[in-house]
């Protein structure tokens, strides 16, 4: 088994869904039925699935990352879902170059990713050329903590650090959601000029 692999069964672990609800956390960040929802850098698509649930057969869920190892673990959980093939497309791509069609997302979702960026200004105008003028974007990331998961600390974000970034970045931040004890979780709206 390879590293990418071993790490995509963690981030897909039942002990992980104990304490991050991915249905829970999806709700709250206004996932609606018949949305179009990009989930970017999506890994093995911990969320994509709860997503797509929620956008439902009229909905689109656009599954972005850049490795292949990941997204064959999306690619087997969709195929055992029996539901959401017509509903998840799947894009190997960086995130700062997706594809997806130019305003079309009504909800583009970030976890884990603002702290392992190294291109914000490139991938904050890839978030906003794929976003509708009126779309929610959600930024998931780690606590700056020490926990015993998760990557090392010095390289997390305090969420102020987080929401200083995404201001400069273009968004500004409605609220805060509970993304579970290890996370902080924030709703944002893209500024118009």
Known sequence: MNHEDEFARILL??????WQDPLKISKAMGVRKGMTVADLACGPGFFTPSIASL???????YAVDKSQAMLNHLRAAIAASHG???VIKVVRADVTDTSIPSGSVDLALF???????NDKDAFFKEVRRICRPDATVVDIDWKKAKTRMGPPSEIRLTGREAREILS????RVV????AGPYHYGLTCR???P
């Open 13 to 18: 672990s039942e002990d992980r869904r104990k």
């Open 55 to 61: 956008v439902g057969p009229g909905g689109v869920v």
């Open 84 to 86: 959401f093939s017509e």
């Open 111 to 117: 976890a884990n990713v603002l702290h392992d960026l």
């Open 168 to 171: 400069s970045c273009g968004l």
């Open 175 to 178: 609220k805060a959601i509970d």
């Open 190 to 192: 893209i500024r118009t």
